[in-house]
C-alpha cells in the first residue's frame, strides 16, 4: 500500500465534541479520503464548552476546510455561523461546518444519515423517543417523508419545542410524557417504526417498557452504535422485528458531509468498513453521534 505523505498543502477537517475518544469520524473519512485518493486528513479535537468559541475561529484561521460537530455543541455553533442551510434551520441544530470566506456555513447532515439508515423503507406511522437534537433531526426527516411522529419525551414541554423548531403541525406530531405507559404502548404498538434518540442503551441501559414490546412488521432503530448491540435492539430481534443500529446513521451522515466539502461521492462501503474496524478493536465499543 502507498504511503500517504502529509504536506503543508494537505487540506485539514476535523470533528469538535466534548468528548470525541469514542468518534468514530476520524477513521470513516480517513478511510474514504484515501480511497479517493484526495490530499486531506481528517482529525478529532475535543473542545471544552468554554473553549468553543476560540476554537470556532481557530478553524478559519487555521485554514481547515469544514468540520463535523458533536455533542455538546450541535446547537451553540448556530450563533458563529454566517450562513445556515434550511435543515439547519429545520432541526435548529448544526453538525457540519464548512469554512468559506466568508465565515462558518452551518448544515446538518444527521436528517440524510438518518434517512440512508432507512432506505427505501415506507414508514406511515413512527415513535421517537428523545426531544434533543438527534430527536430533531429524526423528525425532521420522518416529517418531510409524510410519516406521522408521536414523539415520547420525559419533559413533554421539550417534545413541543421540538415540534414547533421543525415547523411540524400537531396533526402530523403528537407529544407524550414517557411516564405515560397506556398511551406509549398504544403508539408503538400501532407504528412502523420505533426510533431511539436518547443516549440511553449506550452503557446497555434499557428503554421504558412499552418502547421494547415490538413485533413482527416493525423496526427498531437506535441513534446509538454499540457492540453488543442495546438491549432495546436486542429485545426488538428477539420478538421478530427487523433492526437498525446508528452506525449507518453515522456512516450516512459522515457521507453526506464529506461530500459536500469535496464534491466527490465517497466510497460508503470503506467508510461502513473502516468504522466496525475501528468499534472491533476497541475493548468497550460504541458511541452516540458522530
Not at 55 to 67: E, K, M, Q, T, Y
Not at 102 to 113: C, I, R
Not at 132 to 156: E, H, S
Request: charged content about 15%; aromatic content about 2%; overall charge negative.
Amino acid at each position: 500500500m502507498r504511503r500517504r505523505v502529509i504536506t503543508s498543502s494537505t487540506g485539514l477537517l476535523a470533528v469538535i465534541g466534548h468528548p470525541v475518544a469514542h468518534s468514530v469520524s476520524p477513521a470513516m473519512h480517513n478511510a474514504a479520503i484515501a480511497a479517493a485518493g484526495l490530499d486531506l486528513v481528517y482529525v478529532a479535537l475535543d473542545v471544552v464548552p468554554a473553549s468553543l468559541p476560540g476554537a470556532l475561529d481557530g478553524l478559519v484561521s487555521l485554514g481547515l476546510r469544514g468540520a463535523n460537530v458533536t455533542v455538546p455543541h450541535k446547537q451553540a455553533v448556530m450563533s458563529a455561523c454566517v450562513d445556515l442551510t434550511a435543515t439547519a434551520r429545520a432541526v435548529g441544530a448544526v453538525n457540519t461546518l464548512t469554512v468559506t470566506d466568508a465565515g462558518l456555513v452551518g448544515d446538518n447532515t444527521d436528517v440524510a444519515g438518518f434517512l440512508a439508515g432507512l432506505g427505501d423503507l415506507v414508514v406511515d406511522r413512527a415513535v421517537v423517543l428523545g426531544s434533543g437534537g438527534a430527536a430533531r433531526a429524526v423528525v425532521a426527516a420522518l416529517v418531510g417523508r409524510g410519516t406521522t411522529v408521536t414523539v415520547v419525551a420525559r419533559d413533554p414541554g421539550r417534545g413541543h419545542e421540538l415540534v414547533a423548531a421543525v415547523g411540524a403541525s400537531s396533526s402530523t406530531v403528537a407529544v407524550t410524557a414517557v411516564d405515560r405507559t397506556e398511551h406509549v404502548a398504544a403508539a408503538v404498538a400501532g407504528s412502523d417504526l420505533v426510533v431511539n434518540a436518547t443516549p440511553l442503551g449506550w452503557h446497555g441501559e434499557r428503554l421504558p417498557a412499552p418502547l421494547h414490546e415490538l413485533h413482527p412488521g416493525q423496526l427498531a432503530y437506535d441513534c446509538n452504535y454499540a457492540s453488543p448491540p442495546s438491549p432495546f435492539l436486542t429485545d426488538a430481534r428477539r420478538a421478530g422485528a427487523a433492526t437498525v443500529d446508528g452506525l449507518e446513521m453515522v456512516v450516512g451522515q459522515a457521507a453526506a458531509a464529506l461530500q459536500g466539502w469535496t464534491g466527490t461521492a465517497p466510497d460508503v462501503d470503506a467508510m461502513r468498513s473502516a468504522a466496525r474496524d475501528e468499534l472491533a478493536a476497541r475493548a468497550d465499543g460504541g458511541g452516540e453521534g458522530s
